[in-house]
């Protein structure tokens, strides 16, 4: 496995650690985009990678503050609110597992969450975690198996050589048939055919240390939170129960945000329109705050490179005219609740497997 720069050092290690299936607002956004039979797979699917995510963290035992939980979308806004009105009756319509979801209406949602100006929410099973120290105990689990693992390697070309591939690093190169290129944002560095397929965004997160009003068993939040004000303007709430500690996850669909979060592959720095936007409407939303003493309040911010594509899923298999390269390639910010099922399904795929045999939905875990 060859890594540009550190173990960790791309989204997988800076995510904001929601582990958060759709519980079935694509359904709409799919079905259009594709089809309501697949837009109910993407959605199935996104599900049993939570269940397979909590099952490889118990197996293993990781120590990665996994927290199975509930979790809100709370709705902000009119817009948003007929939207995911529609979304849910299609889901039912369609035949969705509904079982886990439960609606609140507004003013149940206003006690129930704490937002006072939520104009309803629905709540259904997430978790959230710390993902650099999954991804850390990922990589050592392999390396166990075997696995080598060159950290400030990048690969810069892939040529080939008779029936092999040679990947080429400053390094040194490595003689292989099989090639991965499991490097989301940056795909198209070495596939210039994913150029326009998958584009680098620049995501942004916090972390604040909570007031008293949010500290402590009695007074946290219960659940984590999609707070929407639009389908593409939201902000993710997670309250840490391992040490209380809030990160909020910012969007792209921010009023205001200018180009200089797209196609940038720089995660050096954060954007201060951003962080100071998010701030705001966090204590805004969240009117019991209260005042912060020294200590409280914003601790840091930072960002990672998404993979976006035109029709919201990855790209996962061989490579087209590239006979042994595959790739897994852009999760469009949502990696977390489908890599777990998407890179097993891969394997199958590299092992001769056909396309039917990546199907997981019916298979027993
Ligand atoms: C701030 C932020 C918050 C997010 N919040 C969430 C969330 O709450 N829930 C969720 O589901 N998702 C979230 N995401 C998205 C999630 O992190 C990604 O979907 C997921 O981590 C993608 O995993 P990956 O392994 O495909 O890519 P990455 O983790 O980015 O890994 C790709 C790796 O390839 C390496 N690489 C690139 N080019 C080369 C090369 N030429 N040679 C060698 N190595 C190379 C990179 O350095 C990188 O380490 C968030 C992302 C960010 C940035």
């Known amino acids: 496995m060859l890594e540009a720069r550190e173990a960790c050092s791309g989204a997988t290690g800076r995510n904001a650690g929601h582990c958060r299936p759709d519980a079935f607002r694509g359904f709409t956004a799919f079905s259009k985009r594709i089809n309501p039979e697949q837009a109910m797979k993407i959605i199935a699917h996104e599900k049993l990678v ?15 503050d996994f927290d199975y939980c509930r979790t809100f979308d709370v709705v902000m806004g009119e817009e948003f609110l007929q939207y995911i009105k529609g979304s849910f009756e299609a889901y ?11 609606w609140l209406d507004a ?15 629905y709540e259904w099973t997430a978790a959230n975690l710390h993902p650099a120290k999954l991804c850390l105990a990922i990589l050592g689990l392999n390396k166990a198996l075997g696995m080598k693992l060159f950290t400030h390697t990048p690969a810069v070309s892939v040529t080939s050589s008779g029936n092999d591939w040679v990947v080429n ?11 991965v290129h499991a490097t989301n944002a940056f795909a198209a560095t070495l596939l210039p055919c994913l150029q326009a397929q998958v584009r680098p965004v620049r995501a942004q997160a916090h972390k604040l240390i909570p007031t008293r009003a ?4 009695d007074k946290m939040l219960t659940h984590t939170y999609s707070l929407r004000f639009s389908l593409f303007h939201f902000y993710s709430v997670i ?10 996850g910012t969007s792209r669909g921010i009023p205001g945000i200018g180009q200089e979060v797209f196609e940038t592959t720089d995660d050096s720095v954060h954007n201060k ?11 805004q ?7 912060e003493v020294q200590g409280e309040g914003h601790e840091f911010g930072w960002t990672g490179i998404l993979g976006l594509t035109k029709d919201a899923v990855p790209f996962i298999g061989p490579v087209p005219c590239l006979p042994g390269q595959f790739v897994i390639a852009g999760f469009n910010g949502h990696g977390m609740a489908r890599i777990f099922g998407s890179a097993p399904g891969l394997v199958k795929i590299i092992l001769g497997g056909s396309w039917s045999d990546t199907s997981m939905l019916n298979a027993s875990r």
């Open 50 to 64: 939570l269940q397979l995510v909590k099952a490889f963290i118990d197996k293993h035992n990781i120590d990665c």
């Open 107 to 121: 003013e149940t949602a206003k006690k129930a969450t704490r937002v006072l100006s939520a104009l309803g929410a």
């Open 285 to 291: 939303v969240f009117s019991d705050w209260g005042e």
């Open 239 to 248: 309250q840490r129960k391992v040490d209380g500690a809030l990160v909020l």
């Open 169 to 179: 690093t400053p390094r040194g190169s490595i003689t292989t048939s099989i090639v």
């Open 214 to 217: 949010y500290s402590g068993p």
């Open 92 to 102: 039912k319509q369609a035949g969705g597992d509904m079982s886990d979801i439960a």
């Open 273 to 283: 329109t951003i962080a100071v936007d998010c701030l705001a409407k966090f204590k």
